[in-house]
């Protein structure tokens, strides 16, 4: 499998989309009514998509996946730069934490890092830190699932692409439990050939995810729970 988006519901896709695609330099894929695609590609190394679907309600609820965006030696200039794409700062108890907080235009938390060598390589999106009930467990299971390696970083686990480019996967202690709410930020997987969608539901399950029914008929993809209750999506075998 492939990791292949980082979905964000928004009260306003489009809005929200082009102020994502500002932000990291992406390249629009989809701009239709309700929905908005846009691209980061790194040089010699892997592409992610973030795609903005429509919600009727912005986020209420702390963010148990979030971007970390590259700060380094020009942190001061990346946080007025995105002040004045319509960021706001945001406090959620970081006190005297190295990086700064803000809220993108619908609310949701976002970071922009102090200077880390293990962002070496990763492109404006440095990390993808995700909550974990059990960092390890999980750092397995998503592992597994998209092929990516371990790699040096601050969180307890960190996985990256094996070019060792673009943004690390971190999986950090959770503060509490994953609640029934849907997170606001998840990701999705795409099939690669010659994988067969039913033999990766039961992996997932073996490995301690659980697939979700599915609650608007049939779709062309699953929707399951990480080990921790995160959700992320398989997607089919692309017909392109």
Known sequence: MQLENLVIDAVEPQRLGRFWETVIGGETLTDAPGIFETRLSIEGGPWLDLCFQPVPEPPSEAPRLHPDLLGGPRQAEVVERLLGLGARHLDIGQRDAPWVVLADPEGN?????????????????????????????????????????????????SLRHPSLLGPLLELCPEETPKGASKNRMHLDLRLEPGEDADEVAAAITARGGRQLPAQWGELPWRTYLDPSGNEFCVLPVSSS
């Open 109 to 157: 938390a976002l970071c922009v890092m102090e200077e880390r060598a293990s962002y070496d390589g990763t492109g404006p999106i440095a990390a993808l830190p995700l909550d974990s009930a059990d960092p390890d467990r999980d750092a397995d299971f998503w592992s597994w699932l998209t092929g990516w390696t371990d790699v040096a970083g601050l969180a307890p686990r």
